[in-house]
Each structure stands twice: as structure tokens, then as C-alpha cells.
């Protein structure tokens, strides 16, 4: 495991992403409302890239004929079979214990912590004075 | 039949020999109207009586004196005394279900189907119910009016027998519409099940794709017309609104059921937005909540398979015995297919039937 | 499905290595009109006068939008739409990209699904359409990439139009079956068809029949459905129906030649459909006298089923189970690309297979049924 520079803080807008390639693997950095998820670009169900999905909220229900809609953005559906991801958690609704897609720990930090290191930018110069989006791989 | 000696047998089928034998149990209004205007004829175009498929050769009874308007012998399924013997007795049945397949689910007329409940009813209570402590049965009510189905099953809820209302496999609107939840909960509210057989009232064309030339293609397609119910009433949420309700499929096979609960988990997990309080698998719903009777059975030709086929379905609460009679499903007594898992059959005999039906738990004790 | 990452590198490579062996042909893409103008050069005035003016009529509700939302615009996986600007399956250069290029598709059949010229409520149109949407597909597909093969879309609710498509396209190799809705005025089977089959069979072409259309009939022998999750299940139902309906109407003893695919209705329903077939064929032979066979046997013969959608058993191995039962020489692999329920080849089949059998249903069996070289 290795932290990761991937962005700058302010170059994901809030509800945008961006897919970034780390260590080989294509990862979807989210900004949702100023909190920051990443998963893994491949959905376990038949390998859609997933972080190119739509966001919607959750939708669940207390009885039929009820839409209790929460959470908006926080469920990225597939591209392909819609199947739905929390971004928290990378979990899946339809088969929660048994799908799910990878989801990394991501942080915003200060380029002055991250000048004191240890942390790969493979293709970020760092400087003191930026905040920069890490992730954990 | 020691095979299947104390069983339950939840698919036996007295015949209404016509209108002239319901008459007795008309208002007088409608007995007027059945004489006056010469109503009769009624037997379902699903089960034509002398196909051979619908009545087995040693299960017919002897031509006799015509009946109704309708010339020939008597219709397979109208003695109580050839159903005891070869039925009850044959199979060393405990108990068995009645299911009268006779016209009121595909009246037109919602007020005259509900008389031809009544009468169908108390039709079956006197002449059959009463005469056999054996027999059960399911009552018969008006589906194209749910006030007026209520009403019937209020009528007959306090008489035990009554353990199922019955549906046809096919009516005028999918059976999970909001027109149809006062019959679940009324039924919920009494202990009784929900029973679809095969058969339809002709709203529809049998097939999506128009109506088909046979009769055997309208037979199978039963199936599929019960797979289409079984859809709308999860994605309409009965469960979901019903959940102690109990939905049997009655002689719509279901070697089926594999294949359709992948595909309905499929399609689910992708468009399941659409009906969010389908909170699970449609697979697990099924397991939970239909019910299938043993006959016909549609086994694979090679017999190993069937145990594959009870694999994947992968529930064991799902089958109920029947043997369709007096319908020609399988030759002697041979009611469990062959290579039917003989652990299994203790269950389909007696245990799921119990549990399905609640009401028939009395009479164990 | 494991989240670990080595496993998931792992599929990654598997499907890497397998897309590079895999040779696939794809018995079903969809291409689609950028535009509904895109038939006018292949119509005369009075039809495009028509089109523009009273447009498509469909036994249906709505103008232009589907009585059952789909899940996604245009039916389609979102990441599908062209960087033309028209809807997915309308660039010819991005369908090469995303699809034939990057899977080794070697020859992908077209199954054109709006607008089609059978359903139409007038039937002069209807002719008018398919004839033009012919061309189109001609000119502007098949023509550009070798790899692409079309149906000849007819005109089926009027057999002598639909022949008259037919034999005009016949001998043109660019065509490799004759398609017709699957939604129709009378099941597929009954005799007003069968002109249209004698013209296949004569002719060499097997019969392609993709779930689609709209015949006015409810969706289920039951009445409408409410939801699309269920219509999604139940045109594959649908599809079930129109197999019986061939069987039993005998249109395989009169076309003995005569070849059928059953296109997008997935295909784990075939054995069980056959096993109840042949019980009640042995309980109702006489009904159906001009059968010589068990219906199973019509089809396992004469009846070919593409995989799409995938079907998914609970415990993957129970594909197997099916693939013994109904045969495996009837399976042909199908993406349904680029819509939403699409499947991704070496990723759909959940179900290791041998060399041999990955062969037969990626590609062989399809060679085979269409007479690929």
C-alpha cells in the first residue's frame, strides 16, 4: 500500500469525478458535496467501467406504492446492467454480501504534509501550496 | 398407493354438471334468469370435458343420461362416489382440495358472477363437502369485482373447509394490481391461500403474440401465464403488503421455476428502482411466498434430471401432492414422477401442504 | 466477485487473454438511424411526405416514446452514445471501436429495432419502410464494414410483400437471414406466415426473430403489466410462446429446411419449455396429427437460441445443465450491443469452458447455422 497523489483538491468539482489510472488499476475519484470517494473502475458484474456510471440517490421503501428517496448522488449505477454501488462503501444494493466493487481510502491533504512524504506523484509536481487529493493503493 | 398414503391431495376436481344442478342454489332472481334465458354451457374453454387429457379413460364415468343442454355421458369428475374410491381411497389420500373449474372467474357480468359463486359454493359445501369429511375446498368467488369477492368470502369464512380462493391463470388484469388487494386481505385476514389454476377467461389472447390454433398450445402455455402472475404480484408489492400470503399455482407445472427465478433475479437487480419495496431477490420471494401442486409435473426424460430440477430450485417447501384428478396426468398411481427424491415426498405430501394451507391443520389434530 | 484487488488484476487478465483467443461472431448488434430522416433518399415522396407528417403507427400509446420506460435513454448502456451526436449504434466508426475491434467480433449480425416496417398499422408503409430501411442497411453498413450482416427486414403481416423483400435481397451475401418482429397479429406460426417461410427456406436464409414489436395483444395472457422490470422478463416469455407456436402448427413438416433463431429472449428456458411440450404432446397427439416428431425434437432440429441475455444461475455450473439439455450446437452467442442489458464477451458466461465449447458457442455453431465460410 502506497499513498497516492491523483489530483489537486480543487480540480473535482463537487458531484464530478475523475478516472484515474494508479499502479495499473483505473480508479474513480468522486467529490461528493466536498467529501471525496474513489473506487475501482470495473464493475464485478461483467467488468463495465463503473466510474462512468450515473450518480442518483437511494431509493428504498416502507410500502409498496412509497418512495423513500435519500442520499442523492451517493449511488453510482452502472453504465451497463444499472446495477447500484454506494460510493461510501463500494457496496452493492441488489447482492450486498456478495458484490461488491473495491472502494480506497482517499484524503485531502496539505502539499506541505505531503512534501514531508512518503507518497508517489507519478504525475503531480507537489507544491507547498495546494491541497491534494491522496489515495491509498 | 402406498406411495402416497396419508397424503394431501391439493388438486382434485368435482365437475358442476351444468347449470340445472346449480339451479337449487340460485336467488330466485337468478334462477329465474339462468331458466328464463336458457344460461348454461359454462364449463371453462380451458378444459373442454371430453378432451381424453381432461378426464382419464379408467376415471370417466360410464355414458350416461345428458346433462344440461349438452348431449352424452356425464362429465369426468361429477360422482362423488368414483372420486372417493379412485381419489381418496386410490391414494390413500387424508384429505383432498376441491377445485370446481366451472365459468363464474370469466363472467362478464360481475353481479351474475357473483351469484354463480354463491351458488357454486353452497353447491359444493351440500353436495360434497357435507357427504365427505375428507374433502376440502376453494371457494369460488367473483375476482372481477373485488367488493363483490369480499363479500363471498366474508359470507363463507367462518365454514373450515373453505382453505383457498381461486384465481385462473389467466384473467382481465395482472393479479398483483390494487384492484385485487382486498380479496389478499381478506384472504390474509381468514387463513386462506391464494390458488391460481390453470385456465383462461379469455380477456386476453393466450399468448402475447395472438391466439394460438391448439388447444394443447393453450394448455401449456398456462405456464407462462402463471410466470407472468407471479411477476406482477412481486413487483406490485403483495408480498411486500401480504406477507403471511401463500400463492399457489395449481396445475401450471414447475420445472419452469429455475430458469424463470434466474431470470427474475436478473432483470431485478438492474431496473429495481423501478419497485423498490421489492427489497429482495425475486428468487427469495418465491421461495417464500408460491406454492406449486405436484401435477403435472412436465419431468425431464431422463429421471435423474428431476432431482436437478428440485435442486435448483433449491427449496423444499415449494411442492404440494395432487393428482389433478380426475385430469389425465400420469398412468396407475404413479402421482410422484419417477425419480422424484423419495426424502423429499414426506414433505410434498403433508408438511407443505399444512403450512400453505393453515386451515387443514385442524383436522390433523 | 471478490473486492481484493489480486482478483480482480486476475479476471482482468483472463479476459485479456481470452478476448485475444476468442473469435466471436455477435448474432445480434443493433444499429439505429442517427436520424428518422436517414430513410428519406430510400422512400418516394408520398411515403416521406407520410412519415413526416403521420410518422410511425404502432399499435401503441405514446408518438414516440416506449409504453414501458426503459432503464436507460434509447435502451442503451450509457456509455454507448457516439461522438456523432446521434443515438448509440447510429456511428458506424465508434460501433467498430467499442464493439467489433475491441472484441474480435468477426462477422456481427444486425437486427435493426426502430423503426421496423412489419408493425406498422399501415401495411403499404410498412412495406415502403422495410424496403428503404433494406438499402440503408446496405448502403450504409454493410457495405463499409465487411464484418457487418444484415437482415432483411420484411414486411410479414402481407406474406406476398414480405417475399417480394426477400427475393429481392436473396442473392445479395450481405444479407444472411430474414428478420420479422416477434410481436404479431397472429402467433408466428399460423399459415399467413408460412409463404415467408417457404421464400427462407427455398432460398437458403434462416429466420431471425428478435423480441420486438407491438401486435396490440396485452403483454401477457393476463392482461398489461405494470413495470418494465416485468416486461423486460416477459418478452423473453413472449419468445417461449412464438417457439410453441412453430411446433405446434407444424411449420417445420411442411419446411423441412427451414431454419430458426430465437434472438434475445436468453435461452435457459428451452428444456423445460421442451420437457412440457412432450408431456402434453402424449397426452394430446391427436390434436396435432400432422406432427411426426415429439415437439422437443422440432426444437432441438430446427430452432437455434442466442445467449443474450446471459442468463445467470444461482450456482454458475447449472448453465451447464442447460447447454446438455437443449444441446449445445443450438447456442450462439449474442452482446445485444449497445443496449443496456448487453453482455461482454468472456465476461457474460459465467461458466468455465473448455476450448471446444468456448469454440462452438462464441462462433462455430453461429458459422454453421448462417453457412459462413
Avoid at chain 2, 376436481?13 to 336458457?38: I, N
Avoid at chain 2, 379408467?58 to 355421458?73: C, Q, S
Avoid at chain 3, 406432427?291 to 444461482?314: G, I, V
Wanted: aromatic content about 10%; proline content about 8%.
Amino acid at each position: 500500500m502506497a499513498r497516492h497523489v491523483v489530483a489537486t483538491a480543487g480540480e473535482i468539482p463537487p458531484g464530478g469525478r475523475k478516472i484515474v489510472t494508479v499502479r495499473g488499476r483505473e480508479i474513480g475519484i468522486f467529490n461528493h458535496g466536498g467529501e471525496y470517494f474513489a473506487l475501482l473502475n470495473r464493475c464485478p458484474h461483467q467488468g463495465g467501467e463503473l466510474c462512468r456510471g450515473t450518480l442518483v440517490g437511494l431509493v428504498t421503501s416502507r410500502e409498496p406504492g412509497r418512495f423513500d428517496y435519500s442520499r442523492p448522488g451517493e449511488m453510482l449505477k452502472c453504465p451497463w446492467h444499472g446495477w447500484e454501488y454506494d460510493i461510501r462503501t463500494g457496496q452493492s444494493w441488489c447482492d450486498p454480501n456478495d458484490t461488491r466493487v473495491k472502494a480506497y481510502e482517499v484524503t485531502v491533504e496539505p502539499g506541505e504534509t505531503l512534501a514531508r512524504g512518503p507518497f508517489v506523484a507519478e504525475t503531480f509536481a507537489v507544491s507547498v501550496e495546494q491541497d491534494y487529493i491522496v489515495v491509498e493503493v | 398407493m402406498g406411495a402416497t398414503a396419508g397424503g394431501i391431495d391439493c388438486d382434485v376436481h368435482p365437475a358442476v354438471p351444468g347449470m340445472a344442478a346449480l339451479l337449487p342454489y340460485f336467488d330466485p332472481y337468478w334462477r329465474e334468469q339462468v331458466t328464463v334465458r336458457g344460461i348454461d354451457g359454462m364449463d371453462l374453454a380451458s378444459f373442454p370435458p371430453n378432451v381424453p387429457a381432461h378426464g382419464r379413460a379408467d376415471w370417466r364415468p360410464a355414458p350416461g343420461p345428458a346433462t344440461g343442454t349438452k348431449p352424452g355421458g356425464a362429465k369426468p369428475g361429477s360422482s362423488l362416489e368414483m372420486l372417493r374410491a379412485q381419489a381418496l381411497d386410490g391414494f390413500g389420500s387424508r384429505l383432498a382440495i376441491c377445485n370446481p373449474l366451472y365459468g363464474t372467474q370469466a363472467v362478464y357480468n360481475d353481479h351474475f358472477a357473483a351469484a354463480m359463486a354463491r351458488a357454486m359454493n353452497d353447491w359444493l359445501a351440500a353436495e360434497w363437502l357435507d357427504r365427505e369429511p375428507r374433502l376440502r375446498a376453494s371457494m369460488t368467488v367473483a375476482v372481477q369485482n373485488a367488493e363483490l369477492a369480499v363479500e363471498e368470502i366474508e359470507r363463507l369464512a367462518g365454514d373450515r373447509r373453505f382453505v383457498q380462493v381461486l384465481f385462473l391463470a389467466m384473467g382481465d388484469a395482472p393479479m398483483g394490481r390494487r384492484q385485487f388487494w382486498p380479496i389478499y386481505a381478506a384472504a390474509e385476514r381468514h387463513g386462506l391461500a391464494i390458488g391460481v389454476h390453470a385456465g383462461s377467461a379469455a380477456r386476453h389472447a393466450t399468448s402475447s403474440n395472438g391466439w394460438p390454433s391448439y388447444h394443447i398450445e393453450d394448455y401449456v402455455l398456462n405456464a407462462q401465464g402463471f410466470q407472468s402472475q407471479i411477476l406482477n404480484l412481486i413487483h406490485e408489492g403483495v408480498f411486500t403488503k401480504f406477507p403471511k400470503l401463500k400463492v399457489v399455482g395449481i396445475e401450471t407445472g414447475f420445472t419452469w421455476l429455475p430458469n424463470f427465478m434466474w431470470r427474475a433475479n436478473k432483470t431485478w437487480r438492474g431496473v429495481r428502482a423501478e419497485v423498490p419495496w421489492v427489497d429482495r431477490p425475486p428468487a427469495e420471494i418465491m421461495r417464500a411466498h408460491i406454492r406449486f401442486t405436484l401435477q403435472p409435473s412436465d419431468a425431464p426424460p431422463d429421471p435423474a434430471d428431476m432431482a436437478v430440477v428440485l435442486e435448483q430450485i433449491g427449496c423444499d417447501d415449494m411442492l404440494l401432492f395432487s393428482t389433478d384428478y380426475p385430469h389425465a396426468q400420469f398412468d396407475g398411481d404413479a402421482a410422484f414422477p419417477e425419480g422424484f427424491p423419495v426424502a423429499l415426498r414426506p414433505r410434498v405430501l403433508v408438511d407443505n401442504p399444512l403450512d400453505t394451507y393453515p386451515r387443514l391443520q385442524e383436522a390433523m389434530t | 466477485m471478490s473486492p481484493e484487488d489480486g482478483t480482480i488484476l486476475t479476471a482482468d487478465a483472463a479476459e485479456r487473454q481470452s478476448r485475444s483467443r476468442l473469435r466471436v461472431i455477435d448474432c445480434d448488434v443493433h444499429h439505429a438511424l442517427r436520424s428518422p430522416k436517414d430513410l428519406h433518399p430510400y422512400l418516394s415522396k408520398r411515403w416521406r411526405d407520410h412519415l413526416d407528417t403521420y410518422g410511425h403507427r404502432f399499435p401503441v400509446p405514446f408518438t414516440d416514446g416506449s409504453p414501458y420506460p426503459k432503464t436507460a435513454p434509447a435502451l442503451s448502456r450509457t456509455d454507448s452514445w457516439p461522438p456523432n451526436g446521434g443515438p448509440p449504434g447510429s456511428d458506424l466508426a465508434f460501433l467498430q471501436k467499442q464493439l467489433l475491434d475491441r472484441h474480435n467480433v468477426e462477422y456481427g449480425l444486425l437486427h435493426l429495432l426502430a423503426p421496423h416496417g412489419m408493425d406498422q398499422r399501415n401495411q403499404d408503409f410498412g412495406a415502403a419502410v422495410c424496403s428503404a430501411i433494406n438499402q440503408w442497411q446496405y448502403e450504409h453498413w454493410t457495405q463499409k464494414d465487411r464484418r457487418l450482416k444484415a437482415a432483411i427486414v420484411v414486411p410479414g403481416e402481407d406474406a406476398q410483400a414480405a417475399v417480394a423483400e426477400i427475393e429481392r435481397w436473396a442473392g445479395n451475401t450481405d444479407f444472411v437471414q430474414v428478420s420479422m418482429v416477434t410481436h404479431t397479429i397472429e402467433p408466428l406460426g399460423r399459415r399467413r406466415y408460412w409463404p415467408i417461410y417457404e421464400a427462407a427456406a427455398r432460398l437458403g436464409l434462416p429466420v431471425g426473430l428478435h423480441t420486438s414489436g407491438y401486435n396490440g395483444h396485452a403483454i401477457t395472457g393476463g392482461g398489461w403489466a405494470s413495470y418494465y422490470v416485468e416486461e423486460q422478463h416477459n418478452v423473453a416469455i413472449s419468445q417461449q410462446a412464438l417457439a410453441i407456436s412453430l411446433v405446434c402448427e407444424g411449420v417445420f413438416e411442411r419446411f423441412p429446411a427451414l431454419k430458426v433463431v430465437i434472438v434475445e429472449a436468453g435461452l435457459a428456458w428451452v428444456p423445460s419449455v421442451a420437457w412440457r411440450l412432450d408431456r402434453h404432446f402424449d397426452r394430446m397427439r391427436d390434436e396435432l396429427p400432422h406432427l411426426t416428431k415429439k415437439p422437443s425434437e422440432y426444437l432441438r432440429q430446427h430452432m437455434w437460441y442466442t445467449t443474450q441475455p446471459a442468463d445467470e444461475p444461482e450456482r454458475p455450473e447449472d448453465l451447464r445443465r442447460i447447454f446438455d439439455w437443449m444441446g449445445w450446437d443450438r447456442v450462439l452467442y449474442a452482446t445485444d450491443y449497445p443496449h443496456w442489458d448487453m453482455d461482454n464477451p468472456g465476461q457474460s458466461i459465467k461458466l468455465r469452458l473448455s476450448e471446444d465449447e468456448q469454440r462452438m458457442i462464441y462462433a462455430d455453431n453461429a458459422r454453421a447455422v448462417y453457412g459462413f465460410a
